[in-house]
Antibody, heavy 118, light 107 residues
Framework: EVQLLESGGGLVQPGGSLRLSCAAS????????MNWVRQAPGKGLEWVSV????????YYADSVKGRFTISRDNSKNTLYLQMNSLRAEDTAVYYC???????????WGQGTLVTVSS | DIVLTQSPATLSLSPGERATLSCRAS??????LAWYQQKPGQAPRLLIY???NRATGIPARFSGSGSGTDFTLTISSLEPEDFAVYYC?????????FGQGTKLEIK
């Protein structure tokens, strides 16, 4: 059974940093692109970033480009999101999502809440 | 970036009725469109990919159609568990976007 378990969320002040992790199991992690998708409270879904299976290529939404960095450690079956220069509008539940068929998301974690507030 | 616009924002129907949800793209996405279902407090679930293919384990009452800029998700006969929020999503050129969602509520 595929499992994705996010961690690292919490309360951070504007301008601060946070690193999210996503531990994966139940599938060959190194064979799939991995994504972060977020959802602000009471709002819709927003794709944040993707990293290819090898980790060699990364892509970002314009809203986070230059502030967030996605990475992965295939030896540890773990996905990361380093978030810097955080803003109030980054407040959201952050989901780790397994990529499938070149751009869809077929398995999701339960999410970790990031709150940016003073 | 490609903008996806879903309509209606809210759809009020009764169990057993047919639901038709729409998604329009600001430019052609070919058939590269998916639909997701999200229930309160849960992560989204993939229903349909490449516009018309059901994901693993998705009941046959869910179907998708369309290509280019206009897409439809149809639920042929609503079950109580189908009342949720539905999102469309496109996968163009490593820049993915979601629609704003349609809330399907019990009438």
């Amino acid at each position: 059974e595929v499992q994705l378990l996010e961690s690292g969320g919490g309360l951070v002040q504007p301008g601060g940093s946070l690193r999210l992790s996503c531990a994966a199991s139940g599938f060959t992690f190194s064979s799939y692109a991995m994504n972060w998708v977020r959802q602000a409270p009471g709002k819709g879904l927003e794709w944040v970033s993707v990293v290819t299976a090898s980790g060699g290529n990364t892509y970002y939404a314009d809203s986070v480009k230059g502030r967030f960095t996605i990475s992965r450690d295939n030896s540890k079956n773990t996905l990361y999101l380093q978030m810097n220069s955080l803003r109030a509008e980054d407040t959201a539940v952050y989901y780790c999502a397994k990529g499938w068929a070149l751009g869809y998301f077929d398995c999701w974690g339960q999410g970790t809440l990031v709150t940016v507030s003073s | 970036d490609i903008v996806l616009t879903q309509s209606p924002a809210t759809l009020s129907l009764s169990p057993g009725e047919r639901a038709t949800l729409s998604c329009r793209a600001s430019q052609s996405v070919s058939s590269y469109l998916a639909w997701y279902q999200q229930k309160p407090g849960q992560a989204p679930r993939l229903l349909i990919y490449d516009a018309s293919n059901r994901a693993t384990g998705i009941p046959a009452r869910f179907s998708g159609s369309g290509s280019g800029t206009d897409f439809t998700l149809t639920i042929s006969s609503l079950e109580p568990e189908d009342f949720a929020v539905y999102y469309c999503q496109q996968r163009s050129n490593w820049q993915y976007t979601f629609g704003q969602g349609t809330k399907l509520e019990i009438k």
